[in-house]
């Protein structure tokens, strides 16, 4: 397996779930149609359903991510992740501390840590993530108890001053994501606007289509 680097910034396209928000509501097809599609970091969000139907679907994710030679990362739950063999963890600033993921997970699990700010990513590289998730960028509605927009004044801080991985994220939309390619990200993640697209593998190559070298 590659590095979470060079998985991350091999394809401009971020894969992230939200049956509750898909057209086909499917998690599973539509980690079928992004995999097809070329994406390469699928990370599983799902907050409202029961522990073993998440485990259900994630086993079944973790044997087509691998099979497609693609990172799988599951948000929060770190127990989760480590039952199915998930590569790693996403996690917000209200979990649990990187540090105690990682005494339970060990040096090879891939930490994420979302960031709203200049203190957070440089205490995020500090600490040990991985990678980061700089947002939202714009007003989101995709996610509960959601921070204030960042705006992009904060990932061009990102782009100058972090070295680690990240991946631009929080209402980024077909129309707007090319603003957030040229402001030098190399990954961005859409949600509605790509599970909430009745052709997903159309949609991914679309947005792919505007990251320019």
Known sequence: MRSVKELLYSFPVYGMTAEDLSHSRDNISDVADML???????QYREKEKSGLEMYRQCVKLREMTADAGALFL??????LALAVGADGVHIGQDDMPIEAVRNITGDDF?????????DQALDAVKRGADYIGVGPVYETHTKKNVCAPVGISYLDWVVANISIPFVAIGGIKKHNVSEVFSHGAGC???VTGIVGEADIRAAVSEIAALKTP
């Open 36 to 42: 097809e599609a070329g994406v390469k970091v699928i």
């Open 188 to 190: 961005a993640c859409l």
């Open 74 to 79: 599951i948000d929060d739950f770190t127990d």
């Open 110 to 118: 891939i930490i994420g840590l979302s960031t709203h700010s200049p």
